[in-house]
């Protein structure tokens, strides 16, 4: 750590919607009586005048004001040598971010920010943890929402099971919530365009990764894979499930937490653990919630239709030009109103489960008997908590030092304080506490453990057990196999006189096997099983509509039997894996059918249902929208974003070990 500097801080982009946050807050606790009254810090940007401007504003004073261009290196690092720790509220730190760094290493300067952008984290661990280490300089991302709750909520569940217990998953609900109605946007634009050119570039983010996970490697062989998990794989399904001890729908989490925590453990486990220490690296896993159906079908809607133009040149320029458009009035320009900011509050759930008898070394072979519910919680989580926890943060980076037990490198929160074990933790936990975040245990009891659970998935997923099937389910999804098979069967030894006709024996079959399949869409609803809730409603629409509207218009025409054919096929392929899970070849076979059969059907489909719109001529107008919405559908959606899935998980398939 630098000697005595001209401030202990200096807030680097104070002029930003951010980093004015963060200014006002360290106003606040650094005025007489304030909790921090004996800081003395300073505001910088590249704009004195907009500075002092800010300052006024808020009535804040202050100890200086430093004018550092990130354009500028020489500024940048005259400005980080007056400083003991750089706070940058400058992003996207894709962007921005990296001189600020590289500055702070020369002016053997401590830096924190609150980047919630993978890419620059893993840059920063590639290109200067041995920099950062050789200045004995503390660099410290991800210090903000993304992703404190997570990353520190975790140690803080898994210290709920202290020795013998162990923790062996946790797992995590995002809620938000807002006091009265809300007034103009949630959040400030710039988190959309970081999130857009993060989505945009994840090829990049991915070759960097493992261009990083190598280097470890090549450090200390079998470091770049972190922890092993322990217990049952834990699974976080895509959404939206209804999670029942909520009360609302749940999605997997897009943001930086997963990536975050996963640093954080690799970190961790490279470093032996003391005896006595409880195990800090349980299997994590991200959700967010929303509440009521409404709201799920919009998420739904509006993540498909981000993924899908984020992963496009044109969709990333569509995306930036209209933030406000794309994400339904919650991200523009101007940011959320003081209102908004006062009404809102978050709150993060941690549903940790583990054995009260156990050893990280020898896991044991039956399921988990102890569960522990905790929470981290607090108000306005986008700027008023990122604040706090922000503040939080950088004062522990300059007080805790001797006590984390590091010198100098470039971390994420959790692997900073779990270095120094569970002191270090509960340092840091308190000091969230004294700003105003709440970390709470709500619940701890002991459970009935299942059968099938227990012991080390060292080996990877096909290591995992397998979750046994009632019988019932096997029965039904046997019924459907044959009757999907005789449908086929049928085509095709009658494919000249195959008819869809209302009431023809082929047609009624296929909408009673149907409707076993929307039951499967509705245990995934019900979260009883695994699968994407808004992609199978979408299959299942447009087939509920092909098979009770468009079929039956054309009951003998040729795509009529082609669309039959297709749909055969993919559920004859499809269900032998529910049968035989862990059977290699049906597998294979259900990832690998969908490449032939899934645009032969979309195409078949899409391709009868405009074929058939002159049909339906005075017939009503949802009728005719709802036959004419399969084609955009079928061919963007399927095109765009559904076909390059099943590429995906065909090529997992293949690549998957027994």
Not at 219 to 248: F, I, N
Not at 321 to 349: M, R, Y
Not at 593 to 615: D, K
Request: net charge positive.
């Amino acid at each position: 750590m630098a000697p005595k500097r001209e401030f202990d801080v200096i807030i680097y982009g104070a002029t930003g919607y951010t980093g004015e946050q963060v200014a006002r807050a360290l106003g606040g606790m650094a005025a007489s009586g304030g909790s921090w009254a004996c800081a003395r810090w300073a505001i910088a940007g590249r704009s004195k005048a907009k500075l002092e401007a800010m300052a006024t504003k808020h009535g804040l004073k202050p100890t200086g004001v430093v004018v550092a261009d990130v354009g500028d290196s020489g500024s940048l690092t005259a400005m980080c040598a007056r400083a003991a720790i750089l706070m940058n509220a400058t992003g996207p730190y894709r962007f921005y971010g990296e001189p600020v760094v590289t500055a702070c290493i020369a002016a053997k300067t401590d830096y924190v920010d609150l980047c919630g952008e993978p890419e620059f984290i893993d840059r920063c661990l590639l290109r200067h943890t041995e920099a950062a280490k050789a200045a004995g300089v503390i660099i410290v991302h991800a210090c903000a929402f993304d992703s404190v709750p997570a990353d520190i909520g975790t140690l803080f569940t898994a210290l709920q099971m202290p020795p013998p217990s162990l923790c062996a998953h946790a797992d995590m609900y995002h809620t938000f919530s807002v006091d009265g109605p809300l007034e103009g946007a949630a959040a400030h634009a710039t988190t959309f365009y970081a999130a857009v050119h993060g989505f945009g570039g994840a090829k990049e983010t991915r070759a960097q990764r493992k261009e990083l996970l190598a280097k470890l490697e090549a450090e200390a062989p079998g470091s770049s894979v972190g922890p092993v998990p322990l217990g049952p794989r834990l699974r976080v399904a895509t959404g939206p499930t209804y999670k029942a001890e909520l009360g609302q729908y749940a999605f997997l989490f897009p943001g930086s937490d997963v990536a975050v925590v996963r640093t954080s453990q690799r970190a961790l486990a490279r470093a032996p653990r003391k005896p006595g220490e409880p195990y800090l690296t349980p299997q994590f896993g991200a959700s967010f919630c929303v509440a009521g159906a409404k709201w799920a079908l919009a998420t739904a809607v509006m993540g498909l239709l981000f993924n899908v133009l984020s992963a496009r040149s044109w969709g990333r320029k569509l995306l930036l030009k209209h933030p406000k458009l794309f994400t339904l009035g919650a991200f523009t320009d101007e940011g959320p109103s003081e209102a908004t900011l006062a009404a809102s509050s978050w709150k993060t759930t941690f549903f940790g489960k583990g054995w009260a008898q156990a050893s990280a070394e020898a896991p044991p072979k039956t399921g988990f008997d102890v569960l522990v519910r905790t929470s981290v919680s607090g108000p306005e989580p986008g700027y008023i908590a990122t604040s706090l926890m922000f503040l939080a943060m950088a004062r522990c980076v300059l007080e805790d030092r001797p006590l984390l037990g590091v010198s100098g490198g470039v971390f994420t929160p959790g692997a900073l304080v779990g270095s120094g074990g569970s002191v270090g933790v509960n340092r840091l936990v308190e000091r969230l506490r004294r700003v105003g975040i709440r970390f709470e245990v709500e619940e701890k009891r002991a459970i009935t453990p299942k059968p099938g659970q227990g012991g080390s998935q060292a080996g990877g997923d096909d290591k995992a057990p397998q979750q046994q099937r009632p019988v019932w389910q096997t029965a039904l999804n046997a019924c459907a196999l044959f009757g999907w098979l005789g449908v086929l069967s049928f085509l095709c030894w009658e494919w000249e006189s195959v008819s869809g006709a209302w009431g023809s024996t082929l047609l009624s079959t296929t909408l009673a096997l149907e409707a076993v399949c929307v039951f499967e869409l509705a245990q995934i609803v019900l979260g009883t099983a695994r699968g994407n809730v808004f992609l199978g409603a979408i299959v299942r629409g447009v087939r509920a509509i092909s098979a009770i509207v468009v079929l039956p218009a054309m009951p003998h025409a040729l795509p009529t039997k082609i669309v039959l054919l297709a749909w055969s096929l993919t559920e004859v392929c499809r269900y032998p894996m529910f049968l035989a899970p862990a059977s290699r070849s049906a597998r294979r076979l259900r990832y690998l059918a969908p490449i032939l059969t899934f645009p032969l059907g979309a195409g078949a489909e899409a391709y009868a249902a405009y074929s058939s719109l002159g049909m339906f001529t005075g017939r009503s107008m949802l009728l005719r929208g709802c036959v004419a919405m399969v084609v955009p559908v079928n061919v963007l959606l399927g095109g765009f974003f559904g076909y390059p899935m099943i590429l995906a998980k065909a090529k997992g398939a293949l690549k998957r070990k027994e």
